[in-house]
């Protein structure tokens, strides 16, 4: 099978979208991110995985810690701009959680130590070991054979009433 096979396969499994931030020397790094989940609760972990010539694996490997942001479905600018979609330059104002960067009024916001992490292929995998959290109601930005969605949207295609 060749790569772009293998990526539209994968591209089948629906998720959702996080923005992952760090801070080194006083500045906020983030990056756009889908391979996210969770791993274990107790300890509480959740692991990221960042391609290994992407800066942000630099920069976590650094700092040693990272925050996970996952995104409602309001934010799909927010997620394009991080992902590097989006040319303009945009002052972030960023939320800080334990002296990490967070991005404000995303469904979910928490605060990791990298607990583990693991080169694997092409990609880190980072374990982080979840500190601190933050929740609020709404719905998710997802993201589906390579493109942005809502579930209210992969329902609906799904001949489900919403």
Known sequence: ???????????????????????????????????????????????????????????????GKFAVSILSDSQKEMSMLFAGQLKDRRN???????????IENALVNLTCNVYASYVAGDHTLYLGEVIDLYTKEGKPLSFYEGKYTTVDHLLKNE????
């Open 1 to 63: 099978m060749d790569d772009r096979m293998f990526r539209n396969a994968m591209g089948k499994f629906a998720t959702g979208v996080t923005i992952i931030t760090t801070e080194v020397d006083k500045q906020p790094h983030g990056m756009t991110a889908n391979a996210f989940m969770s791993v274990s609760l107790c300890p509480k972990l959740v692991l990221i995985s960042i391609g290994e010539k992407a800066r942000m694996n630099q920069y976590i490997k650094r700092s």
């Open 92 to 102: 972030i104002q960023f939320k800080w959680m334990n002296d990490l960067p967070v």
């Open 159 to 162: 001949g489900v009433r919403v």
